[in-house]
């Protein structure tokens, strides 16, 4: 299918020969042990019959066609691992359409790297719940240029607490060698025109951060599990969990994570307390580990570290002292690593 202005063509994924020229294309990274790929694009240039129109090889009209690429994109992806027999796999598009959370996870592609990026995102995770795309994930601080540090470690915060948890690509600089807030510059293939800014805290973030995803990883798992089996979505905003309580349906800034966690993400810069809607129960502060009882609404701290946590009193999740988690995150981000080796490819 040729790709009218962008130039190029397009692959007609109703025709079994491309899509099984593409499926051996991909099975040789998997012969390398890819186990998964990052399907970017898939809805921005596609069969849409307006640019350019015509008939795919099974005759259906290109723009009938037009919702259904996606989720056809995703589908070949998928079955090109199981036919080569790879049992774990994931397959990562940007976009989706009603068939492809049977073939993959999806990540919202591209958002802004500003205040009201990580607000969309946090908005578009529990809207892809309540659509049947149950995992699903950000970019993490935003695509393209450095956002201010303060809001990367808001959004490492949320991160933490969606079913998928991706950095970047953050104008393709890592954590450790980013810009000072207001610095200018780039990076290129002849390096960098300015000079790398370590900032502790804001390693320290996504030291605590990860790990904490990386701790909830048996409790996701079982929620993906049920998500499969019954429809039960990983991320339930409140008005989802509590259809009843009119309150609930402009709470947007507040979801639960599965049934025994509830965090209230800080989007707004600036920002070191808010209100939480605390539901029905007995709910445990996770920083604090005091206990309220709800319904009732709560100001708790949030300093650029935190994002308010709570948990279903009586639930066996634990997630430990995060007050002494982050004071070790802390004292491993000041251990600053010689960037000159590590830019160089030294081992550690």
């Known amino acids: 299918i040729p790709a009218g202005a962008h130039g190029g063509y397009l692959l007609d994924l109703t025709n ?118 149950p995992i699903w994930g950000s970019d993490t601080c935003g695509y393209g240029q450095n956002p201010p540090h303060e809001l990367c470690m808001r959004w490492l915060a949320f991160s933490a607490f969606t079913p998928l948890m991706e950095v970047g690509p953050t104008d393709n600089v890592a954590f450790w060698s980013w810009k000072e807030d207001g610095q200018a510059g780039s990076v290129s293939g002849s390096g960098y025109s300015y000079e790398p800014f370590y900032d502790e805290d804001l390693i320290a973030a996504w030291i605590f951060y990860s790990n904490l995803h990386n701790d909830l990883s048996d409790y996701l798992y079982e929620e993906a599990k049920k998500a499969h089996g019954d429809g039960t979505p990983i991320v339930r905003p409140l008005f989802f969990a509590n259809p009843d309580n009119a309150a609930y349906l402009d709470q947007f800034d507040q979801f639960f994570l599965g049934p025994d966690i509830m965090v209230a993400p800080i989007w707004k810069s600036g920002v070191t307390e808010r209100d939480v809607m605390i539901p029905v129960g007995d709910w445990t502060d996770a920083w604090t580990l005091e206990t309220i009882e709800g319904p009732v609404t709560v100001t708790t701290n949030a300093a650029k570290h935190k994002i308010p946590i709570y948990l279903r009193t009586g639930s066996t999740l634990n997630l430990g002292d995060l007050e002494q988690k982050w004071q070790d995150a802390l004292t491993k981000a000041a251990d600053k690593p010689d960037l000159e080796l590590l830019e160089a490819g030294a081992e550690f």
Request: charged residues 25%.
């Open 16 to 133: 079994p020969a491309s899509v099984d020229w593409w499926q051996e294309y991909l099975k040789k990274p998997m012969a390398d042990n890819v186990v998964g790929f990052k399907l970017d694009r898939g809805e921005e240039m596609v069969p849409d019959g307006v640019l350019f129109s015509g008939k795919t090889y099974d005759g259906t009209d290109y723009r009938e066609l037009r919702n259904n690429y996606p989720a056809l994109y995703a589908k070949a992806v998928h079955d090109a691992f199981v036919e080569f027999g790879m049992e774990e796999f994931v397959v990562m598009p940007r976009s989706g359409w009603k068939t492809s959370s049977q073939y993959a996870i999806v990540w919202g592609g591209d958002t802004a790297p500003t205040e009201y990026g990580l607000r969309s995102a946090i908005i578009a995770v529990q809207r892809s719940a309540v659509m049947n795309f």
